[in-house]
């Protein structure tokens, strides 16, 4: 689960993690009153949507070209004037007002949305500070560890993945025990790697401890600040903010899942978690139904291997009964883009008979307009087959997962 900026920005705030001080809006009327509340001088207004790369974005209307807006913010065109940043500087409250202007109710297109863009809904106005340096700070878990991982660089504001391609060497990294959080020694070291002293090198510790504890609290699967500034009088601030939570965790913080902006989240898989569904949309044009994690990622390997496209991930489990089987149909065709779908069932505690009932089922209450390609092995295999053998409904059946993904690709080209 992703919050915004402004919305993991409370959270930092609440545990004791320094942040600039900030107004959300939704209308473009209160930035100029958000702008005097915050004392004027510098301000800073910010688009907030789930993506990053928002200070290079570009907001467009509905009759902008989004292909070309894409190239714009990926730096590939160059920008015209008249273009509105996601991220702008004011200094007055009329200006506050016309750049909340330029960006709500427009669409922002980064190189992380891709060139469909996402709706602003709301806008940041934010204190601007007088900025000495910018750093970068980051938590994750690490796989192999098998515990958090504290990360941090003097290169502030450029992006992590090309500092850990160019210079890897710029990226310090402390492990961190869950159970006793960021050890006094370990903030110290992170503090000497940023090039903190003094003051600002106190008040680091403190944000750094604040900040484990915040990730390992929340259960949050990632936690980025970037940058994190050292402005002209020392202080350490948490200029920009990114946080991921762990969706398992959730029921343990009820208090992070109500920050859930569902208009941010693809329609789909919200659909699909709501009824017990692992499902993740992608851009190809052959559906899969999978029972399996590691299955529908070797039946998503195949379909490319063999020439096609997969349109998503979907996981129903071993668990799923007819009634989740049937909405995974469902969310699998509301796409425009599928032209042909596939079912790889390896049954174990999902018996090969329930998931041939729910295809049956579906071709009875679902508008199965593109073809349906199926492969069952395991529990009740031979039952299943012949469920679908006798029913008479066109339904292409495989044997083995290889011949399955050809037969998909092929049915898809002919769809199309």
């Known amino acids: 689960m992703k919050v915004h900026e402004y919305q993991a920005k409370e959270l930092l705030k609440s545990a004791g993690v320094a942040v600039p001080e900030g107004i959300v ?19 800073v207004i910010k688009a907030q949507v789930h993506a990053g790369g928002r200070g290079k974005g570009v907001a467009i209307g509905p009759d902008d070209d989004h292909e070309q807006a894409l190239k714009i913010a990926s730096g590939q065109a160059p920008r015209p004037a008249s273009m509105a940043k996601g991220v702008q500087l004011v200094r007055t409250a009329q200006e506050a007002q016309l750049a909340a202007e330029s960006l709500l109710g427009k669409t922002l297109v980064t190189y992380q ?54 210079h890897p060497e710029k990226i310090h990294r402390e492990p961190i025990d869950v ?11 992170v503090c000497k790697a940023l090039g903190l002293t003094g003051e600002s090198a106190k008040k680091g510790v403190t944000f750094l401890k604040n900040f484990v504890k915040l990730f390992i609290e929340k259960d949050a699967s990632l936690a980025e600040i970037n940058p994190l500034i050292v402005t002209a009088e020392g202080d350490v601030l948490a200029l920009d903010c990114k946080l991921n939570f762990d969706d398992n965790a959730s029921f343990r913080h009820p208090e992070v899942v109500a920050m859930l902006d ?18 993740v949309s992608l851009d190809g044009d052959i559906a899969c139904l999978v029972n399996g994690a590691g299955l529908a990622m070797s039946t998503m390997d195949l379909i490319k291997y063999h020439g096609g496209e997969p349109a998503n991930f979907l996981d129903v489990g071993g668990g799923a009964n007819k009634d989740q ?9 509301s796409s425009p883009k599928v032209k042909a779908v596939l079912v790889n069932i390896f049954g174990g505690i999902m018996k090969c008979d329930t998931i041939a009932t729910a295809l049956l089922a579906a071709y009875d209450e679902i508008d199965f ?16 087959k012949s469920l679908l053998k006798e029913s008479g409904r066109p339904i292409i059946t495989a044997d083995g997962l290889t011949d399955a993904a050809q037969k998909v690709v092929a049915a898809a080209r002919g769809a199309a």
Not at 140 to 158: H, I, N, Q, W
Not at 369 to 384: D, F, I, S, W, Y
């Open 113 to 166: 949305t891709g060139a469909q863009g996402q709706l602003i809904a709301k806008v940041l106005v934010t204190v601007g500070h007088d900025i000495a340096r910018e750093l970068y700070l980051g938590m994750a878990v690490d796989r192999a560890l098998k515990c958090p991982v504290l990360m941090a660089s003097t290169e502030g504001g450029v992006e992590i993945e090309t500092v850990a391609a160019t």
């Open 25 to 43: 809006i939704t209308r473009a009327e209160e930035a100029a009153k958000a702008f005097d509340a915050l004392g004027g001088g510098l301000i």
């Open 325 to 333: 089987v049937l909405e995974g149909f469902r969310i699998l065709l």
């Open 262 to 279: 569902e208009a941010e989240e693809d329609p789909a898989e919200l659909r699909a978690t709501r009824i017990g569904l692992s499902y």
């Open 179 to 189: 159970g006793l959080g960021l050890a006094d020694f370990q903030a110290r070291n």
């Open 369 to 384: 307009r593109v073809p349906l390609v199926v492969r069952l092995e395991g529990t009740n295999v031979e039952k299943g």
